[in-house]
């Protein structure tokens, strides 16, 4: 049986430190996850994920159902066997496909027809579905099945999609049967702060192992990520985990700490890697600027990943030269300074000053510390197809 406690809560805001206590191990909260879709992080095996600081990995059942089918994998021992990733597995339901593949699909109240982004193949996926190929892939926290729409949006669409939703988790709750295996319902409502109350309170009454708030990282500001965070968190269960879906950019990942979320995932930190734009504490470097051509300080003095080990000078030569080993190394650096970020900020709120740790961070980035309810358009927060 897979459960959390909340080990620490800071004066000054909601953020909050937990622990997720799972079969293959304990996660300490707020966790980063990198995004494995396909059973594996792009530019980095097991090994090299562990090596980041990496508690738990997240995996898809859309894109596992198509390749290499749910079956084969269970074959193969299971997504963890299968993976060679030994930590705990969140996989994600299929439901932020509904949205990436809007021109491929047919929505009715029974589920959703995928044409196959590969052979153009019909692929149906509803709730049961959905929970039935999570549960032959064998991963720890599994999602219920939801309707993801784009914004802005209508706002006749983005109730009807959010019902829908609270529907769709009821289903994936009541075929769900492993009991290692932790449900999480998924709280809908686009940028509509009283439809995101209802619809948080209803799944709160229906007693899941836990929460996510999706639907954004679609569209929005992150200012109205924001205030849809300020209306959705104190409607939730305090001794479940919350989890924001698809999120994103350093700054984004501290303001929603901030609102008490304990989880994130997000394909910044590779898809960035791979375009040669690293973080660091001082704002990202663009690898490929000529500024970095005979630079010999590695991108971050501190940082412990193999990336650093070499120059700026170096990288950059690398994605110059088209060798593959510069996205490797980019990307192996992001996920380490997330990881390394995200420790911070659980050791600060332990410690009781997040709050500063938190400005601080901002200050170092050059982002106004009141920019987690000013913000402007334009964020490049990202969520894999």
């Not at 622990?19 to 304990?26: D, E, I, M």
């Not at 973080?279 to 630079?295: I, K, Q, S, Y």
Request: include cysteine.
């Amino acid at each position: 049986m897979i459960h959390f406690h909340v080990t620490a809560q800071a004066r000054e805001g909601s953020a909050r430190c937990g622990v997720l206590h799972t079969p293959r191990g304990p996660v300490h909260t707020p966790a980063f996850m990198p995004v494995g879709t396909q059973g594996t992080v792009k530019g980095g095996d097991a090994g090299r994920m562990q090596e980041t600081g990496a508690q738990m990995i997240l995996a898809n059942t859309y894109h596992l159902a198509l390749r290499p089918g749910e079956e084969t994998v269970a074959a193969l021992g299971g997504l963890h066997e299968f993976s060679g990733w030994s930590g705990p597995i969140l996989t994600d339901s299929g439901g932020f496909q509904v949205f990436s593949l809007a021109d491929r699909i047919t929505v009715t109240e029974e589920g959703v027809e995928f044409r196959s982004h590969i052979d153009g193949a019909s692929v149906h996926i509803s709730p049961e579905r959905s929970i039935a190929i999570q549960e032959r892939l064998g991963s720890d926290l599994i999602m219920a099945f939801d309707h993801v729409v784009a914004l802005p949006n209508q706002a006749s669409v983005i109730e009807e999609a959010t019902w829908r939703s609270v529907r769709w988790a009821a289903r994936c709750q009541r075929v769900a049967g492993r009991s290692d295996q932790m449900l999480l319902a998924i709280v809908q409502g686009g940028l509509d702060a009283s439809l995101r109350r209802r619809c948080a309170r209803e799944l709160a009454a229906m007693g899941f192992s836990g929460y996510a708030v999706g639907g954004l990282s679609v569209g929005e500001t992150p200012a109205e990520m924001y205030a849809a965070l300020d209306a959705v968190t104190p409607e939730l269960p305090a001794d479940r985990p919350r989890y924001l879906m698809g999120v994103g950019r350093p700054q984004d990942i501290l303001a929603a700490i901030s609102r008490g979320i304990d989880l994130f995932d997000c394909v910044m930190p590779t898809r960035n890697g791979r375009n040669a734009l690293v973080f660091t504490d001082a704002g990202p470097l663009r690898l490929r600027n000529a500024v970095h051509e005979r630079d010999r300080r590695p991108v971050e003095q501190q940082c412990p990943c193999p990336g650093c080990r070499h120059s700026r000078g170096y990288l950059r030569h690398l994605f110059q030269a088209g060798e593959m080993l510069g996205p490797i190394l980019a990307s192996i650096h992001n996920i380490t300074y997330y990881q390394r970020l995200i420790a911070g900020a659980r050791e600060a709120i332990a410690g009781d000053c997040f709050a500063e740790f938190y400005r601080e961070k901002l200050r170092g980035w050059g982002v106004d510390p009141q920019a987690d309810r000013n913000a402007a358009p334009g964020s490049g927060r990202a969520r894999s197809v």
